[in-house]
């Protein structure tokens, strides 16, 4: 009789998610057409290298597609202070009464009460202003509370689509352009409140959303306002003491009925994006369906909303390369992505992506 007990499961420490990558392999511009990117097939042992616009060909009709809908503020705002320093704002969320909370770059922080002078676009006599009023969730908070303003009184968001810039990611080394402004957007951002895209979703266009609807798959949207945090890695080698971002979130009532009718029909749950696993987990786990969430996903998570996964390649040493571990099992995910690199796939926002689905 065989009296072994069980193995214990693996524990994972930061080392463990850490990956050479070629810097020639991140992607400075999107593919000439969002559904002309590569889509790396990983859901068996043996990948397939496919393109994006296969994917209707993987899924099944009676699939529940859930996307996140968030729209990327031109949340890049920069200033001068009263002395001539340079100043920089990320605005990582709207407050209401025209204040927002914002990661500030500055040589030497401004007093409490100072306002500064923002630049305005090209072409515009419109004066904009920035007044500290200190830091937020408080006072050892992370991020700086400012009241926005300009001479027509317009809230936060109207400010900042005439006068802000796109946030493009760290390791995206070119000035925000036209092209990024479409680009760094999906085609169905509709709730504006994010400073970093839900980029699984920008590989959709028009055409093939209308194909995965003829088929008999069903779309529903939830919401999560992808914060500046997504883009920091994971610092301490005990995983268990990183403390994630903030991030709100909302599952409408209309995806939760959606997501009930196609677990009676036995669809699957096809997450768009670490975003959407994120909110559909979040919800799943605090049974709040808004509200902000600090969910940290790592191996050993158990799953209860999401069956498979379209996602971008992420960065070494993230708390996203933990979530696709814990979701398609950590030696698969390592193993596909040595074959990515080995095949020269484009990294990150503006890379390919790959399809996932969840280990038993």
Known sequence: MNTSSPSAPRSFTLSDFDFQLPPELIAQHPAPERSGSRLLDGRSASPVDRVFRDLPALLQPGDLMVFNDT???NARLFGEKPTGGKLE????RVLGGNQVAAHMRVSKKPEVGTTVALVSAPGSTDHLSATLLGRWPDEQG????FVLSNDAGDDPYTLMSRHGHVPLPPYITHTD???DARRYQTVFAKNPGAVAAPTAALHFDEALLAQIDALGVQRAQVTLHVGAGTFQPVK???LSEHQMHSEWYEVPASTQ???ADCRARGGRIVAVG???VRTLESWAQSGTSTGDTRIFITPGFEFRQVDALITNFHLPKSSLMMLVSAFAGYEHIMALYAHAIQEKYRFFSYGDAMLLT???
């Open 89 to 92: 704002l990320l605005v990582e």
């Open 177 to 179: 352009s036209e092209e």
């Open 142 to 145: 992370a991020l700086f509370r």
């Open 358 to 360: 969840r280990q038993p």
């Open 236 to 238: 301490t080698e005990n």
């Open 274 to 276: 670490t975003t959407t």
């Open 257 to 259: 009925q959606a997501i």
């Open 71 to 73: 729209q990327v503020m």
